[in-house]
DNA sequence: AAAGTTTACTAAACACCGTATATTTACAGT
DNA sequence: ACTGTAAATATACGGTGTTTAGTAAACTTT
């Protein structure tokens, strides 16, 4: 047989092989990742793999991308729960969230943010768009903040010129929001990424606290420093 | 040829072999780490790796070990470069540093916190004693704020019972010190990482700040959060 | 000094992997 | 009916970690 008939083809195959991709990855984790695993599950050959992407690397990609969506939409959710004006407990929940998406899908948060695949690197200009986007829930609140003139934010260090182009784009899918907003959510970003990532790799246990426990007291320390009260 | 006589012989290849691994990762990342390569590398035939190591898996583990105690030291010295009464200082010190080390050796880093070789799961209880004290000298540092009544502490999460086996045996390599002081070097900890790791992934100038300026920023921070003034 | 044992390696093979090339066949358009 | 293209297979290449068997050098014991 060389090309079955259109009856026995998969219908969308590329869709089936990112389901398939999914599948293994949270059965065997990311490092495990194999087209040709993929393929015998699919009941086709690896190289078939390749009409529909040109390497594994794009396959990869396109998981990454669909990981961000999913990541993004988790915090949007959380924020549209509540009413606008209760902006300290939309970060919250934004906060809480974050987290429940990388335990949920631990081993799609290793992709986005750890390096399991040998020899990956993600392409940012296709990446980017997505992943901006997967952080605009917290990025719009925290401008919200501002605006309401309750963001604490003195001093930040300014944009490097050499990077404005890049953050000119990075604008365009997150959200054009005042710089001030756009420093401190990258700073709210680098805790709880700095958290969840620690006890995701195993290391919070041994430690001392309960990692969600802890989890909230850094929450409410993050609202603590950003947040002042309106005067 | 089946064995070289002693004289053709490496002397100390169990060394070699770990060297040659940092070599090659310093130049190709830690995904790319070899048993094949190497061994070509000494001009001897991978299976002759097994008498030094057990598997890959032991060899990465020899070397996570390693990389810790250097991580470990440099925070070590930086605490070391000012008297111990200056706290805050050796605080900031030790910040500087853990960034350093890892600007000055990211695959290291990478391979410690990120998950770059396939299938490989890090021993727990065999690299703890390394990766406890790498957090010695935060740890000690933090603890001496306490005992000054300058450490800003108040209802953290308790430790969960489940884990009290495995945080003593953390406590025999990190110090012994209070709960308190383990539970805001934990936090610390987290915060530098995040960053850390973020700017390693190349995710911060996006952002809008140069890495440097941003970390500096983020240390002042949690100067200003977790050291109170004795009174 | 001879004999036996252990050590440190090589050679060959196995079962994987991603990927390139050539080939075949099903189908669509003319 | 003929032709061109699309979608798959078959085969092969060079890479990986690892296992097994074999061998010679070096050491230990007698």
Redesign the pocket.
């Known amino acids: 047989?060389?090309?079955?008939?259109?009856?026995k083809?998969?219908p969308n195959?590329q869709e089936a092989i990112k389901e398939t991709a999914w599948k293994q990855i949270a059965e065997f984790g990311a490092t495990a990742?194999?087209?040709?695993?993929i393929a015998r599950e699919l009941?086709?050959?690896?190289?078939?793999i390749?009409?529909?992407f040109p390497?594994?690397?794009a396959l990869v990609t396109a998981l990454i991308i669909e990981a961000y969506a999913s990541f993004g939409d988790y915090q949007l959710v959380a924020r549209d729960s509540l009413p606008r004006e209760k902006m300290a407990e939309r970060l919250y929940a934004i906060g809480i969230a974050y987290r429940q998406w990388a335990i949920d899908f631990p081993q799609r948060y290793q992709l986005i943010f750890g390096t399991p695949i040998p020899g990956y690197q993600a392409p940012k200009m296709e990446v980017m768009p997505t992943a901006a986007r997967s952080l605009s829930a917290l990025v719009s609140v925290i401008d919200d903040l501002r605006v309401a003139n309750m963001l604490q934010a003195e001093n930040f260090p300014p944009v490097q010129p050499a990077f404005e182009e890049h953050f000119r784009i990075w604008k365009t899918y997150a959200g054009d929001y005042d710089i001030s907003s756009l420093s401190v959510s990258m700073l709210v970003w680098s805790r709880v990424h700095g958290l969840v990532s620690l006890e995701l790799a195993g290391n919070i246990p041994p430690h001392g606290a309960d990692g969600a426990a802890l989890y909230r007291y850094e929450l409410n320390l993050i609202t603590k420093q950003f947040i002042k009260e309106n005067k």
């Open positions: 047989m060389v090309r079955p008939t259109l009856k083809q998969i195959l990742l194999s087209l040709r695993a009941k086709i050959t690896a190289p078939a390749y009409n529909y390497d594994r690397d």
